[in-house]
T-cell receptor, first 115, second 114 residues
Framework: EPEVTQTPSHQVTQMGQEVILRCVPISNHLYFYWYRQILGQKVEFLVSFYNNEISEKSEIFDDQFSVERPDGSNFTLKIRSTKLEDSAMYFC?????????????FGPGTRLTVL | GNSVTQMEGPVTLSEEAFLTINCTYTATGYPSLFWYVQYPGEGLQLLLKATKADDKGSNKGFEATYRKETTSFHLEKGSVQVSDSAVYFCALSSRSNTGNQFYFGTGTSLTVIP
């Protein structure tokens, strides 16, 4: 069964460093998402991506964040200069249909630890 | 705005016990409601969903009914098994033509002991 994959499973970085989190969505999906969950808090929406551009983003997704689909299979989240408060689990998701009734398929997450 | 409030855990039950995990929501418009489950080391998997008021979603013995009058979508199972141990997330989806954004609760960790 096709699934969303994410790498690495755990990333440790120093404050101020750039990190790139990688995701491979399900191959025929068209809509891509990043969410994050700070420990003990809600899973929060960061950004959605469709047709090679951002379609929605939250207040969390500031200028330090960017997304890219560089090669038609990977979908990446870059944090330019990490802060301590960026420590969280980051989930990638994809779906092949827009509309509120459709499920999103999630990857296992990348745990980012900023020291 | 849209938000989900979910019963806090962790929840520990004995095998064959009855499970309820409460979930309430606030939403603009007419959202769809979902329960996702996350087993250790895996991604969030859809457990069940309901797309309109009074719909009941069900899967693997779990059920939840979309109650508009109480803005709730409580998850229930009559007899839990050890294999049900996981984290359960309630979520709603706003309708959009550009790809729906999900709003999640904090997740409820369930441990079922033999």
């Amino acid at each position: 069964e096709p699934e969303v994959t994410q790498t690495p499973s755990h990333q440790v970085t120093q404050m101020g460093q750039e990190v790139i989190l990688r995701c491979v969505p399900i191959s025929n999906h068209l809509y891509f998402y990043w969410y994050r969950q700070i420990l003990g808090q809600k899973v929060e929406f960061l950004v959605s991506f469709y047709n090679n551009e951002i379609s929605e983003k939250s207040e969390i997704f500031d200028d330090q964040f960017s997304v890219e689909r560089p090669d038609g299979s990977n979908f990446t989240l870059k944090i330019r200069s990490t802060k301590l408060e960026d420590s969280a689990m980051y989930f990638c998701a994809s779906t092949n249909l827009a509309g509120g009734a459709n499920e999103q398929f999630f990857g296992p997450g990348t745990r980012l630890t900023v020291l | 705005g849209n938000s989900v409030t979910q019963m806090e855990g962790p929840v520990t039950l004995s095998e064959e016990a009855f499970l309820t995990i409460n979930c309430t929501y606030t939403a603009t418009g007419y959202p769809s409601l979902f329960w996702y489950v996350q087993y250790p080391g895996e991604g969030l998997q859809l457990l069940l969903k309901a797309t309109k008021a009074d719909d009941k979603g069900s899967n693997k013995g779990f059920e939840a009914t979309y109650r508009k009058e109480t803005t709730s979508f409580h998850l229930e199972k009559g007899s839990v098994q050890v294999s049900d141990s996981a984290v359960y997330f309630c979520a709603l989806s706003s309708r959009s033509n550009t790809g729906n954004q999900f709003y999640f609760g904090t997740g409820t960790s369930l441990t079922v002991i033999p």
